[in-house]
């Protein structure tokens, strides 16, 4: 297995992929992986000749330094599952933080049309301008034919596909749908941190997501969301930061329910110091 850890190794790499007229595929990530990541790499081998996985905690997206500090790096169990996937398709770019930054380790100013304003916007100051910049970056670098997001980070999802229109940048993004553990908790890198208790009360946000999709189909959008915040009043572990029903297009927070539209719910949640997001489509 190729693994990078700067840039111009990577370049002259996948140029000469390029030039043998293999195709790429790339999933970007900040480590810590997990069958989430490799459910995205899965579908990237089965549309790609090659995958690249990037693994890079990115600084500029966190508005929360002390949450950067203690982001899980694993770079050595993350190669040994990728390996498990793939041993001579998979390519790894590992990067320092200089090598892909520079001396100025800050982020660029993105329009995203008024997604940016939207739920993550509104509670994460920063956070999308960090997003943008690093993922511009990397398919500079990379210049993938295609890249794969997971659906967890819905919203991002969006950002991204917005970011890619608004700049011209040639790869298609392709949206896959959120993996989850057996007891329905959505995948992530944060997980592994949270307390035997806190995993084990951790699905009733998708259980209580599950319940919002069923009562949406009679109910309204502001009689679900508040059944929705009665039930994390009452939760002596899980703390509800947000609860939203969005439009799907444009992430505004649905005010009256229209049949022509698709909706979609989304959920912030705390556990102890642990932030958990999901969602769900409705209909």
């Excluded at 840039?7 to 595929?25: A, E, M, R, V, Y």
């Excluded at 520079?102 to 916007?121: A, Q, T």
């Excluded at 511009?136 to 596909?161: C, H, N, S, T």
Aim: net charge positive.
């Amino acid at each position: 297995m190729h693994i990078f850890k700067n840039k111009t190794d990577l370049i002259n790499h996948i140029n000469d992929l390029k030039s043998k007229k293999k195709t790429l595929g790339f999933v970007p990530t900040m480590g810590a992986l997990h069958q989430g990541h490799a459910s995205l790499i899965i579908k990237g081998l089965n549309d790609n000749d090659v995958v690249a996985v990037s693994v890079f905690v990115n600084p500029t997206q966190f508005d929360n330094q002390e949450d950067l500090v203690k982001y899980p790096r694993t770079l050595d169990k993350d190669v040994e599952l990728l390996k498990e996937i793939s041993k001579d398709r998979i390519i790894v770019y590992a990067p320092s933080v200089e090598d892909v930054y520079g001396e100025n380790v800050s982020s660029n100013s993105f329009s995203y049309d008024g997604l940016e304003h939207e739920m993550e916007g509104r509670f994460r100051d920063g956070h999308f301008d960090g997003v943008g910049t690093i993922v511009k970056r990397l398919f500079e670098i990379v210049k993938p034919d295609r890249a794969y997001f997971g659906e967890k980070d819905f919203q991002q999802l969006m950002i991204i596909k917005k970011l890619v229109d608004k700049y011209n940048i040639p790869v298609r993004v392709i949206g896959c749908k959120i993996h989850r553990a057996t007891d329905g908790l959505a995948m992530s890198s944060r997980n592994t941190r949270l307390t035997p208790e806190h995993r084990e009360a951790a699905p009733f946000i998708h259980k209580t997501l599950k319940t919002a999709k069923e009562k949406f189909g009679t109910k309204s959008a502001n009689v679900v969301t508040k059944w929705v915040e009665n039930q994390f009043a009452s939760h002596n572990l899980l703390e509800l930061e947000y609860f939203i029903v969005a439009d799907v297009e444009t992430l505004k927070t649905v005010k009256r329910k229209s049949n022509k539209k698709s909706y979609r719910a989304f959920i912030a949640v705390y556990a102890d110091d642990i932030r958990l997001i999901d969602n769900i489509a409705l209909n």
